[in-house]
């Protein structure tokens, strides 16, 4: 009797446009099987069309932003097994001049503020981990100035660029201080007597010009040319001769100050 009225209820429920609870229930499920269908369907198009792609685990562990001018870019090195333990400043850079188009020779790169210099040292004993924010300073050359260079190659611009800030630097740093040192090494000899309190000045200034001088020469050295980058050899050799000629005639200051004292000795 109880299974005959379930069945007459159920024929009723039909009769009368309801359906029964189980198959509202199935009807829901599909339907809400169908609905995750066409969500994951729209947000694959959208994810095409805007360019966006998932980000694995290893990848976002070894990518960092890099900052030039107003634009950012995000750099990664997924392609080193170990990371930003692997890879080096010379990988940044080369990275750097795909997205920015400047020349490694010409790139100043900072993290926090702090120059990277050893292109030969993993990233992260610089401190830099995923995320870090790295700043370039370079500007990629014009047409008129690959044109001045003998391969026509941008990376020989940069290293144009490189020599001649070294050759300012030392310009505008040593060149007044031994103008001042030869003045007042000339007023010493002038004066006849020893000075024992002035002689050690004058020889402190000669040995910070020492300094300056040589620190230029081995930047100079350290500016590596390729073979075929003959106008940066040029000036690299030019930039050298200059620096030895500032050398040269501090010798010649410092040989005039030892004659002049022996001779007061003697």
């Not at 740093?173 to 000899?189: C, G, H, L, N, R």
Request: proline share 2%.
């Amino acid at each position: 009797h109880t299974c005959w009225s379930n069945l007459h209820s159920e024929i009723d429920g039909r009769q009368t446009g309801h359906l029964p609870s189980r198959f509202i229930k199935i009807i829901a499920q599909q339907l809400a099987i169908v609905y995750l269908l066409l969500w994951r369907a729209f947000i694959s198009t959208l994810s095409s069309f805007i360019g966006f792609k998932r980000v694995k685990k290893h990848e976002r562990k070894s990518t960092l932003l890099l900052k030039w001018e107003n634009h950012s870019y995000d750099i990664t090195f997924k392609e080193f097994s170990k990371g930003l333990d692997e890879a080096t400043l010379r990988d940044l850079k080369e990275k750097c001049k795909l997205a920015t188009g400047v020349p490694v020779a010409a790139m100043k790169l900072t993290v926090s503020g702090a120059n990277m210099k050893d292109e030969t040292a993993q990233l992260s004993s610089y401190g830099v981990h995923s995320g870090s924010i790295i700043v370039l300073e370079g500007k990629p050359p014009g047409e008129d100035e690959i044109q001045e260079t003998a391969s026509g190659n941008p990376e020989e611009v940069g290293l144009n660029l490189r020599i001649a800030q070294t050759v300012e630097k030392l310009k505008v740093a040593s060149v007044p201080v031994i103008e001042k040192y030869d003045t007042e090494v000339s007023e010493y000899i002038a004066a006849g007597t020893i000075d024992e309190a002035k002689r050690r000045k004058l020889y402190d200034m000669s040995a910070f010009i020492n300094e300056q001088i040589m620190q230029a020469l081995f930047t100079l050295d350290g500016i590596t040319c390729a073979s075929e980058f003959t106008t940066a050899r040029q000036k690299r050799r030019e930039g050298v001769r200059y620096a030895q000629s500032l050398l040269d005639r501090l010798d010649k200051i410092k040989a005039d100050l030892k004659a002049h004292i022996e001779l007061l000795k003697a």
